[in-house]
């Protein structure tokens, strides 16, 4: 399958008075035309900040300080401006954390609607807001056109997400990406977003990149998944190979903390010991080295980096940045 | 009830329905939501109606002053109430009520030009500190909390006493040369020195609460989505940044207008404003205390009429502050 995004090497940065705060360290991945990839890792590992590098919508602090980022096949670090400006929202499409302070509270839901097919499509304000309509038809909204004429304050906070996913499509981009689109919601309605994004995916043929801290939520949606820690990419596998041959410590460690149904009812939900590092040096080490229970020498001496996992295949696509075959804890 | 059931069975057919939801009534919008609490608030709309009067008084005052606001009559002087002068004549034997009418101009005009050029500077002051950022915003964050240290009676004293006779000498000389009287109309100087000098003083409020609402909004979600959504940064401006920050900044557009008029009433009371025979309320209540014991009138008019306008001021702002608060919403 063709290869429609593909990331090499980000680093990005944020100042913070005289220091430094190393929020991703060199990540790369790649997206196909028509896939969904999930993004796991728990708060503060980058995730966020590597998709907002992306669209460079980085928050004035941040700057990308080395990597390529490749659309079709075009750095878009290398554009202008106007071109990546044409790129948001036509070809990327966001879908942000938090829906009730998403959407401009003085604007009614039709007017901030338009706003991307008027610019991108050219579109008449009558033609947009019919397309609205169908969107948020699309979205399960009932009364869609009613709802056009609504402010942001006058829904719910699941309506207010899928007029955000509905604003995100409305440009059928090429590629959706959502940053935890479920967090803020309760539990039922994250079933319903969740349902929603897979019915969209099955419906328009875009590549979808879902971040999230819950390895639950994505389970039975994505394709592929990569785990990043510390700004880190440390795993990468297919959905299966993942929840069924974990390879690095960390990935180990978040699938072991998902509580089960099943099982023995007096077992207690384990945890990954210690706290996450901090972010303001680069570490010359693995950076998971403290928290692991698989640690050799040679994680305190250098930072492994992402290679095909020992006894898999390259085509299986299952890397992992870790010094130790953690199958038996041998060092390789 | 009947309309919502029509259009629940009418969704499938979305372009009718998307074609008459274009004529549709507009649901309430917040601006809306705001204006109906500012109604809903007794005080504030007796404040409202008196401002209003008070602007259409000073708007049309040379078509309903009864007299002449500078015609001395001096065999009609210090006269009580009546029907030719309802607020009777001063010592000079001037109609009263048509001087505070002038007066009421006076202050409209000196007060929204002193809000208007303060909250020019201050948008184009605030604006720059929140999007330049660094060193530049620390110096104007610096100039503000200096210029709203320094005491404005001192100010206007001051500059009364440096640069209005230098300025009035030019005039002088100006005229001489020229023979052109608008070197004689020496009220402009006393206008422009005063809110001039005032405009100086009250812009750092609005530089300060348009810089934060600024760098508040900037960093909202919506904004971000927005970008996402590829909207250009003169569309993030005028439809999320302008909209969004409005409320505080009537509010203070209220609090200044009121706060400017009542300084221009006591600095022309204490001789440092518009100056006589230029009516304003502050020099006529000036003149009026000389003579209170005998002919209180010339006293209470203006007074009067002063106390009112401020009360209405202060009852308009505490409503426009409790229709924009957004703490007090829902």
Known sequence: ?332 | MKEKIKTVNTTTNIEEDVIKSLDATPSESLAKDAFLRLIANKGAVVGLIIITLLIFIALFGPYITPHDFLSQNLEMRNQGLSWEHPFGTDDLGRDVLSRVIYGARTAVILSISITVISFIIGTAVGAIGAYVGGKIDAFIVWLIDLTMSIPSLLLVVVINASLKPPLMRWMETQYLETKNTIFRETIWVDFVLVFGSLALIKWPKAARIIRGQILSIRNKNYVTAARAAGVSTFGILTRYIIPNAMGPVIVLFSAILGEAMVLESAFSFLGVGVRPPMPSWGNMISDGLRVWHLHPHILAAPAGVLAVVTMAFSFLGDGLNDAFNPRQWD
């Open chain 1, 1 to 332: 399958m063709k290869t429609i995004l593909e990331v090499r090497n980000l680093e990005t940065t944020f100042k913070q008075r005289k220091t430094t705060i190393h929020a991703v360290n060199g990540v790369s991945f790649s997206l196909r035309k028509g896939e969904m990839l999930g993004v796991v890792g728990e708060s503060g590992c980058g995730k966020s900040v590597s998709m907002l590098s992306i669209v460079n919508l980085l928050p004035p602090a941040a700057t990308i300080k080395s990597g390529e980022i490749l659309f079709d096949g075009r750095d878009i670090r290398k554009m202008s401006r106007r071109e990546v400006q044409h790129l948001r929202g036509k070809k990327i499409g966001m879908i942000f954390q938090d829906p009730m302070t998403s959407l401009n509270p003085v604007m009614k839901i039709g007017k901030q609607m338009i706003e991307a097919l008027r610019y991108h499509n050219k579109l008449s304000k009558e033609d947009a807001l019919k397309r609205s309509a169908e969107l948020l038809d699309l979205v399960g909204i009932s009364n869609p056109t009613e709802r056009l004429n609504e402010f942001p304050h006058q829904l719910s906070g699941g309506m207010r997400q899928r007029v955000m996913i509905a604003m995100a499509l409305t440009c059928d981009p090429e590629i959706l990406i959502a940053d935890e689109p479920t967090t803020a919601l309760d539990v039922t309605i994250q079933a319903q977003i969740i349902e929603l994004i897979k019915d969209i995916r099955s419906k328009l043929d875009s590549s979808i990149i879902l971040i999230t801290h819950d390895l639950g939520v994505i389970a039975g949606m994505v394709d592929r998944i990569v785990v990043m820690y510390s700004g880190y990419i440390v795993e990468e596998a297919s959905v299966d190979d993942l929840y069924q041959k974990p390879r690095h410590p960390y990935t180990m460690g978040l699938l072991k903390s998902i509580p089960k149904l099943r099982g023995s009812a007096v077992s207690r939900l384990s945890s990954i010991d210690g706290s996450p590092p901090d972010l303001l040096e680069k570490p010359q080490f693995c950076p998971f080295a403290p928290r692991c229970s698989f640690s050799v020498e040679r994680c305190w001496k250098e930072n492994p980096a992402l290679l095909t996992a020992a006894g898999e295949s390259e085509e299986s696509g299952h890397k992992t940045a870790c010094w130790v075959d953690t199958r038996n804890g041998v060092e390789k």
